[in-house]
């Protein structure tokens, strides 16, 4: 697809793209999951996939991009600036996840079209947010131990829950992308967290995006 470089045109592809959202329960078993992270420096954008046997967590394979920065940081707009980079990592893998971990919003976004969702229509692959903070919705805190959660409601629906991934420490914000929904989302984060706060395969991502960039720097 071509990526728009402006927000008037982003605005006109998030209002077509979103009506191909579907929020369903996984149809197959899981094998692979993908957690992606990317990270920038000057002009360019470091998009990263981590592969994991699933429900092991067990790593199997990681690959990465390198692409220019063509959109501008605007909050509601992620997937526009970092989903060049984040596509040509998930293609550069030589296995396909069959569902694949966002640090960033599914449904639960002021459009309903977070960055998990717009990747997950264009790829047609099961996505699933995991954000660290909240972008909308009112939710009441949860308990502190692992597996907690309560509603996130955005103008009255359910577009995601607020979980607690380890005992006594702040919760995950989840919410479904495309072609899941957030019962098995939950189950899909949970297994994937274990030692640490966030899912192994995401923090894997955000790790290797970041040593990358510092390796460019450097060089």
Same mark, same amino acid.
């Given at each position: 697809?071509?990526?728009?470089? @402006?927000? *008037? ?7 077509? +793209? ?18 992606? @992270?990317? $990270?920038? &420096? ?20 990681? $690959? ?6 063509? &959109? ?16 040509? *990592? ?12 966002? @640090? #960033?919003?599914?449904? *639960?976004?002021?459009?309903?079209? #977070? ?12 996505? =699933? ?17 692992? #597996? ?7 103008? #009255? ?40 706060? =966030? ?6 991502? @955000?790790? =290797?995006?970041?040593? =990358?960039?510092?390796?460019? +720097? $450097?060089?």
């Amino acid at each position: 697809m071509k990526w728009p470089k @402006d927000i *008037a045109r982003a605005k006109k592809v998030q209002e077509v +793209l979103k009506k191909k959202v579907r929020i369903t329960s996984l149809r197959k078993s899981l094998e692979y999951v993908a957690g992606v @992270d990317a $990270a920038f &420096f000057g002009d360019k954008i470091v998009g990263v996939a981590c592969l994991y046997k699933y429900p092991e967590i067990i790593f199997v394979e990681e $690959a990465y991009s390198i692409t220019e920065t063509s &959109f501008p940081y605007i909050p509601g707009f992620l997937s526009f600036r970092e989903g060049q980079a984040i596509i040509q *990592a998930i293609y550069a893998l030589k296995m396909k996840p069959h569902v694949i971990l966002f @640090d #960033g919003q599914g449904i *639960a976004h002021p459009k309903g079209f #977070g960055i998990a969702a717009h990747i997950g229509v264009l790829l047609d692959i099961p996505t =699933i947010g995991c954000a660290k903070s909240r972008l909308v919705g009112n939710y009441r805190e949860p308990g502190f131990k692992k #597996g907690n959660r309560s509603s996130l409601i955005y103008n #009255g629906k359910i577009v995601g829950a607020v979980l607690r991934t380890r005992d006594n420490v702040r919760p995950v914000f989840v919410s479904p992308g495309h072609r899941t929904d957030l019962k098995n989302s939950i189950k899909v984060i949970l297994c994937c967290t274990n030692t640490y706060r =966030i899912p192994e395969p995401l923090r894997s991502a @955000d790790f =290797i995006s970041k040593k =990358i960039k510092r390796e460019l +720097l $450097a060089g």
